[in-house]
């Protein structure tokens, strides 16, 4: 049973580019969790979902950012016209259900040159 | 709004020695406490989950304390080894399936 897959794990987009970044929850696990760590800082929740619904949004912010988990496939989180501002660690972590422990991806570095 | 601070934010020890960890929550309405261990540029590796109705749990050289009333959490690292360099966050949960209110870690290094 593969853990919780994130990928890509090292991102670099120039400013104005979009970035997509993958989680793919560990099998049964259909509650997914978005995390940002900006350097020297801790990690700050961004967005709870669950297959095709958005249960949690308020850590994300209103402009650019937009977080999906459809009925097949990964979840994503799309950051349109990124801004140097936006280099950071972003962390999925997945569940199989509101009462069980959340399991963490390794992360994926974006980097905006 | 739950804030949770962990101090010292860095610490340094010989090997062999027992070491304590601090995470302090603002509101004790919580639903469980998490330590994770996390290594640089890697992930959050779990390391004991306490339910609310729980005061501590153990695993191997590690155990944390939970005590809800004053907001306090411990993490006790007995007879630390090198390979327990790393920075350790704590993170509350507020309810069921809620998010994870994270500190800002507490990086250790143990030196040989």
């Known amino acids: 049973n593969a853990g919780v897959m994130q990928n890509p794990r090292h991102l670099v987009r120039r400013r104005g580019q979009e970035a997509r970044l993958r989680c793919s929850p560990m099998?049964?696990?259909?509650?997914v969790y978005w995390y940002r760590q900006l350097p020297e800082e801790g990690l700050k929740f961004m967005v709870y979902?669950?297959?095709?619904?958005?249960?949690?949004e308020s850590g994300m912010p209103k402009e650019r950012f937009s977080a999906e988990f459809p009925k097949e496939g990964p979840s994503i989180l799309r950051i349109q016209q990124v801004v140097r501002g936006d280099s950071a660690a972003y962390f999925c972590?997945?569940?199989?259900?509101?009462?069980?422990?959340?399991?963490f991806g390794q992360g994926t570095r974006l980097t905006v040159v | 709004k739950q804030e949770v601070t962990q101090i010292p934010a860095a610490l340094s020890v010989p090997e062999g020695e027992n070491l304590v960890l601090n995470c302090s929550f603002t509101d004790s309405a919580i639903y469980n406490l998490q330590w994770f261990r996390q290594d640089p540029g890697k992930g959050l590796t779990s390391l004991l989950l306490?339910?609310?109705?729980?005061r501590e749990q153990t695993s191997g050289r590690l155990n944390a304390s939970l005590d809800k009333s004053s907001g306090r959490s411990t993490l006790y690292i007995a007879a630390s080894q090198p390979g327990d360099s790393a920075t350790y966050l704590c993170?509350?949960?507020?309810?069921?399936?809620?998010?994870?209110?994270f500190g800002e870690g507490t990086q250790l290094t143990v030196n040989p």
């Open positions: 306490i339910q609310s109705s729980q």
């Open positions: 972590a997945s569940s199989p259900d509101m009462n069980t422990e959340a399991f």
């Open positions: 979902l669950q297959k095709e619904n958005i249960i949690d």
């Open positions: 993170a509350a949960q507020e309810t069921s399936g809620s998010r994870l209110t």
């Open positions: 099998k049964g696990h259909s509650h």
